[in-house]
């Protein structure tokens, strides 16, 4: 079982900047992947960004340039830069780990963000 727990959302003026953060229960090199996903009211949760095992990086188009992931193994934590925000990237932020050969899902708790224009 694997525990993640979120933190760092808030409110912020459109062109702001917000770094999430998601601490793990186990050891990073344990996670075969960790990212972050979001879902706004009334749409489906949908992949922000993902950063696996070996350090490769996936970002949504939508936030390509503007966000950046990265992880520190040693606190068992990732992190999302989030800069220029807009108003469209108001949603609840999830952290989802991935880990083991039977590719386990663990879910965050959600952390809100709210962009205001």
């Known amino acids: 079982q694997v525990q993640l727990v979120e933190s760092g959302g808030g409110l912020v003026q459109a062109g702001g900047s917000l770094r999430l953060s998601c601490t793990a229960s186990v050891s990073m090199f344990s996670i075969n992947a960790i990212g972050w996903y979001r879902q706004a009211p009334g749409k489906q949760r949908d992949m922000v960004a993902q950063i696996s095992g070996g350090g490769t990086t996936n970002y949504a188009d939508s936030v390509k340039g503007r966000f950046t992931i990265s992880k520190d193994n040693a606190k068992n934590t990732v992190y999302l830069q989030m800069n220029n925000l807009e108003p469209e990237d108001t949603a609840v932020y999830y952290c989802?780990?991935?880990?083991?050969?039977?590719?386990?899902?663990?879910w965050g708790q959600g952390t809100q963000v709210t962009v205001s224009s």
């Open positions: 989802k780990a991935t880990t083991g050969w039977r590719r386990n899902d663990y």
